[in-house]
């Protein structure tokens, strides 16, 4: 059974940044599609930004296109999530996620098989 650990999160000012990471335990890492996700209070799970296996490929929802970028080094099998020009409501808990090892509507939490356990990010303003 796969592990993941979200760390990274915590308090900023609006404009500021931050950079998540989630470390994967087991072998299968490197050769699965992982994503990670945001809930804020009171609302759903909701698909922040995915990268392929390899890295080459990566999307990302409307509301975080040029301020997030997602990477990994499967090396330390771990993803990151670089996030830059915090907003207010980018406040959530944020949540990495492996994909299955088939092909799948990967902006979908539940097609995700493992979660970590999420790491709270607060932008003030």
């Known amino acids: 059974q796969v592990q993941l650990v979200e760390s990274g999160g915590g308090l900023v000012q609006a404009g500021g940044s931050l950079r998540l990471s989630c470390a994967a335990s087991?072998?299968?890492?490197?050769?699965?599609?992982m994503g990670w996700f945001r809930q804020a209070p009171g609302k759903e799970r909701e698909f922040v930004a995915r990268?392929?296996?390899?890295?080459?490929?990566?999307d990302y929802t409307d509301s975080v296109k040029g301020r997030f970028t997602i990477s990994r080094d499967n090396a330390k099998n771990t993803v990151y999530l670089q996030m830059s020009s915090l907003k207010p409501e980018d406040t959530a808990v944020y949540y990495c996620?492996?994909?299955?090892?088939?092909?799948?509507?990967?902006?979908?939490?539940?097609?995700?098989?493992?979660w970590g356990q999420g790491t709270q990010v607060t932008v003030s303003s």
């Open positions: 996620a492996m994909a299955p090892p088939y092909l799948v509507d990967r902006r979908v939490a539940q097609n995700y098989e493992s």
């Open positions: 087991g072998r299968t890492f490197s050769n699965r599609a």
């Open positions: 990268i392929s296996w390899s890295g080459s490929t990566t």
